[in-house]
């Protein structure tokens, strides 16, 4: 697939690895709210699950933009 479609495979591939970001921040975030609050209540909103769903979600919704990026880089 790589050498027939390249530009098919490299956003398919940026689009995989936002969902490996996106899962582990969502079991995070989901974790987090609903956890007993009276046994952790000094527990802080997880700003790295936070983070991870956010890039996940970037790199599946716009991957051509993901990619175009890191070409100037």
Known sequence: MLIVWPRSAMLYLVMTIGVLFLIPGLISMISYLTRN???????????????????GLILI????????????L
Do not use: D, N
């Open 37 to 55: 609050r009276k046994q952790h209540s000094s527990q802080q909103f997880p700003i790295e699950a936070a983070g991870s769903c956010l890039l």
């Open 61 to 72: 919704l716009a991957p051509g933009f993901f990619v175009g990026t890191l070409m100037y």
